[in-house]
């Protein structure tokens, strides 16, 4: 990912709130070609000195037939992102688009059993925490959900590079910084986001 110095970051806790939101990210490989697959990630933070991302992916696909302990893979987020018009700038501009992203580059461990069933039990809970009637993983029995493990392919990712990126209009000027910021609340949801990161980055700098 390019990151020119202006749009770089350094802020950690911004990096687990967009893996946290954004968690259906790409997993990149290329041990025999170029692969990816769009796939659920969680950052286990069990121990804060060794943070590391989890995953699954089905076995039946190939990008999983290839994968070994130590194999090198990318996994990037994509944040809150928005397309900012360049008539909302004082001057003539070219248009672009503000967003936050992560990639995180890292060296696979493939999940015992045991690690893998944990894996599934806290994505699951995760997500179905919020239904009215959630199914969790130890309401499913587990001789079935270890029949369904037998289709899937658990990961541990151990970081090597973290890349965070925010960019967010820093490199304009303060009155179309505003109007930027102005322009995006009266946009969808999205644009909203940005808006309010945008004024976040403002306070700090202030």
Not at 57 to 70: M, V
Request: include cysteine; glycine fraction near 4%.
């Amino acid at each position: 990912m390019f990151t020119p110095k202006l749009f770089q970051s350094n802020d950690y806790n911004l990096m687990k709130e967009i893996i946290r939101e954004n968690a259906f990210a790409l997993l990149i490989s290329s041990e025999d070609k170029l692969r990816a697959t769009h796939s659920l990630m969680m950052l286990n933070e069990d121990n804060p000195d060794q943070i590391y991302l989890e995953t699954h992916i089905s076995r039946a696909n190939p990008q999983a037939k290839t994968l070994k302990n130590g194999n090198k893979v990318l996994c990037d987020f994509l944040g809150s992102h928005s397309y900012i018009s360049s008539s909302w700038y004082e001057q003539v501009n070219v248009s672009t688009w503000n967003y936050e992203a992560v990639q995180i580059y890292g060296e696979i461990q493939i999940m015992n059993s045991d690690e893998l069933y944990n894996h599934l039990e806290k994505l699951t809970y995760k997500y179905e925490k919020f239904q009215q009637c959630p199914m969790y993983v130890k309401n499913m029995g587990k001789e079935f959900v270890e029949k369904e493990m037998k289709g899937a392919f658990g990961m541990k990712i151990i970081p090597t590079e973290i890349y965070i990126k925010q960019k967010l209009s820093q490199n304009r000027k303060e009155t179309d910084f505003e109007n930027i910021i102005s322009q995006l609340e009266k946009t969808d949801d999205q644009g909203k986001k940005i808006a309010k990161k945008m004024k976040l980055i403002k306070n700090k700098t202030l």
